[in-house]
Nanobody, 124 residues
Framework: QVTLVESGGGLVQPGGSLRLSCTAS????????VGWFRQAPGKEREFVAA????????RYADSVKGRFAIFRDTAKNTTSLQMNSLNPEATAVYYC?????????????????WGQGTQVTVSS
């Protein structure tokens, strides 16, 4: 069993940056793919970024390419999402999801574990 806890959300002005972190407990995080997803009010959960179980490959939604970066600190069982040049459309609850041995799927349904989410609000 894996428990995921997101942190780092908050209020930021347009053009600003935030770093979200996802910390795993209950089992070593090493063999897991991690995906970040977000859900805005009244909308479906959408893919943001993913990292394969090996950490060798990443995948990004077109809307965040070049501005967001996903990376892992294996020693800390933490996967982070660095978000730069944020715009109001990024306002949502962000969820970290994990799948054993996964390939970094952009589909929420291919992840077995997810956290409670952290709110990101981009507003002036």
């Amino acid at each position: 069993q894996v428990t995921l806890v997101e942190s780092g959300g908050g209020l930021v002005q347009p053009g600003g940056s935030l770093r979200l972190s996802c910390t795993a407990s209950g089992r070593a995080f090493g063999p897991y793919a991690v995906g970040w997803f977000r859900q805005a009010p009244g909308k479906e959960r959408e893919f943001v970024a993913a990292l394969t179980w090996s950490g060798a490959n990443t995948r990004y939604a077109d809307s965040v390419k070049g501005r967001f970066a996903i990376f892992r600190d294996t020693a800390k069982n933490t996967t982070s999402l660095q978000m730069n040049s944020l715009n109001p459309e990024a306002t949502a609850v962000y969820y970290c999801e994990a799948e054993n041995g996964g390939w970094g799927s952009p589909s929420h349904f291919e992840y077995a574990y997810w956290g409670q989410g952290t709110q990101v609000t981009v507003s002036s």
